[in-house]
């Protein structure tokens, strides 16, 4: 283990290889029942068999997926449903890595046109954006942890892994200029 290594960067490694809690092998093509929980300050990921997860667990989040043995020749969409149910549930947490993940979580949503922007404020020389969903009245404000672009990306890249998200290789200029022509 790296010395530096935060609990987030421990959370979003490689699923397990086994229930954590019957300690049975997750087989391939296995349905898989995932849950993040925030413990002792940090996040922590628990794979399961659906039969050994309890939906009494103190999990913020939980998710279904079927365990490969091979990448998808497509990658996976994002349930934006999920990632909504994710970023409300973040809402409250005053710790910084909660704060840094609402953060993406938000322009995410921005992004995908699920949240608006209401406003923005300055608070203690911090913005602070003013989103709502859609067809709701309920405003949530999301202070920005000032991250660097290297931060985010990592940030990005943790949430795409957490999520089993394959992420495409960028393609180079010269290989997208042949292609189309």
Known sequence: MVANESDWEKVVKKGQEVCAACEAVLVSGAD???????????????????????????????WRWKRETELRPNARRLDLGFLSEFFKRLDGREDGQS??????????????KILK???RKAIDDREVLELRFKKTERVYEVPDPLLDVEAMESIESDLSRIFNLEQAAP???????????
């Open 32 to 62: 898989v029942v995932t849950a993040l929980t925030f413990a002792d300050g940090g996040f922590a990921r628990r794979d399961l068999h659906p039969d050994c997860y309890s939906s009494d667990d103190d999990a913020i989040a939980t």
């Open 99 to 112: 704060r840094r993940v609402a953060w993406i979580v938000s322009l995410l949503l921005l992004r995908k």
């Open 117 to 119: 922007e209401v406003g």
């Open 171 to 181: 393609a180079s200029a010269e290989g997208d200029a042949q292609e189309s022509a």
